[in-house]
């Protein structure tokens, strides 16, 4: 990177363009997000997550086709873990009334075979789960065992010697199971795990989500207000803040416009976000640093001058680090899966803009400070 290593461009002095651009992506997205909204995935706006994992590899797009015509509605369906595997997210959480019948009867039919002259009864039943009961302890144990080695949700009330009673599971990935079986007879699978999550523990998520993005914004202004001056804390946040808006006005605007990518926003991209803010304040604080040690050497130069030497100064180490950073991030997105599709996506973007922001709002917003209240700016 020899080529950056006498660097000597008017970064700040282009400042005003740079403001305009910034707005311009700020108003997009906040039009975009007003009108046109943000999708929240599983995590926050509940429903339910299947896991199946195939023997031999599977058409996803095939697979896709099979489960959205059975009834669930609106679902969400991608390869998981490689290429035998599928995620199958549901807004639902429990089965529809009308499929419900059909489920019951499966479970009764698959246990039926496994004991086909031992009566069984229903001790309780719920819109996710049943309860039966069996004469004898040495029935039970077979029935749940194999209930469990044929795909079902299921296992002992208890472990207790005596236990007659077994609980099994009513669920979405029952009725998957039993349609998808009917159409991929030559790919036996078997269901890795079901989880559902309910609207209210999703609303609790999205609260503490935003509330962990906020107080690491506010744990950084303090750390920076201590390392630095207040003014400079203020700087970065500022940057942060616009870092995480600008992307999220991105999700919103790009949502449904590119085929195949999944922009819902669920705990891996919060956890991208958090990521992001990390990488960003790095970028900005190394700026700073530059900047307090080139105000100790060039003592008479004025403060535009003393920044844009030091973003110069270190271009090359951040053209070095984000391209690297990138290079994996980019691979990440083309071969990660659909799984890591969205967290990928978030810090691609989210790199470049905190970049950006470190250069265009973080130093202009100290820079601006110091012209406004004609004061020469100290670091420490």
């Known amino acids: 990177m020899r080529v950056f290593h006498n660097l000597n461009v008017d970064f700040l002095g282009k400042r005003k363009f740079f403001y305009m651009f910034s707005l311009a992506l700020f108003v997009i997205g906040l039009l975009s997000v007003v009108f046109k909204g943000l999708s929240f995935g599983i995590d926050f706006k509940g429903g339910s997550e299947i896991v199946l994992q195939f023997e031999k590899q599977i058409d996803i797009a095939e697979v896709r086709k099979d489960i959205e015509n059975i009834g669930l ?5 991608r390869t998981f873990g490689g290429e035998t595997g599928a995620l199958i997210r549901t807004e639902l959480q429990e089965l529809p009334q009308d499929v419900y019948p059909n489920v019951v009867k499966s479970i009764e039919d698959e246990i039926k075979n496994i004991v086909p002259n031992v009566a069984f009864n229903v001790v309780e039943k719920s819109a996710t789960s049943i309860t039966y009961s069996f004469p004898n302890p040495d029935t039970t144990n077979l029935v749940a065992e194999k209930l469990f080695a044929a795909g079902f949700q299921s296992g002992k009330v208890s472990e207790e010697p005596d236990n007659t009673q077994i609980d099994v599971s009513v669920g979405i990935s029952e009725w998957i199971k039993e349609n998808l079986r009917q159409k991929i007879k030559d790919n036996p699978f078997k269901v890795v795990k079901e989880d559902r999550v309910g609207p209210k523990v999703g609303d609790e998520l999205k609260r503490d989500a935003v509330i962990a993005v906020l107080l690491s914004l506010v744990a950084i202004l303090i750390y920076l207000g201590f390392r630095f001056k207040f003014v400079f804390a203020v700087g970065a946040v500022a940057a942060l803040f616009h870092d995480v808006l600008i992307t999220l006005g991105l999700y919103s605007a790009l949502y449904g416009v590119i085929p195949g990518l999944n ?118």
Not at 73 to 77: A, I
Not at 343 to 356: P, V
């Open 263 to 380: 922009l819902d926003i669920d705990l891996s991209v919060v956890a991208a976000f958090l990521t992001l803010v990390g990488y960003s304040i790095n970028d900005t604080v190394i700026v700073f640093d530059r900047v307090r040690e080139n105000m100790k050497i060039h003592k008479t130069l004025p403060l535009i001058d003393v920044m844009n030497k030091s973003i110069n100064q270190t271009m090359s180490r951040t053209i070095i680090t984000g391209l690297t950073t990138l290079l994996t991030v980019f691979i990440l997105l083309l071969l990660g899966g659909d799984v890591l599709r969205a967290f990928a996506f978030t810090l691609f973007f989210g790199i470049i803009i905190g970049t950006y922001s470190s250069i265009f709002v973080a130093s202009a917003f100290v820079l601006e400070y110091a012209e406004r209240v004609k004061k020469k700016v100290q670091f420490s």
């Open 73 to 77: 509605g609106n679902v969400e369906v």
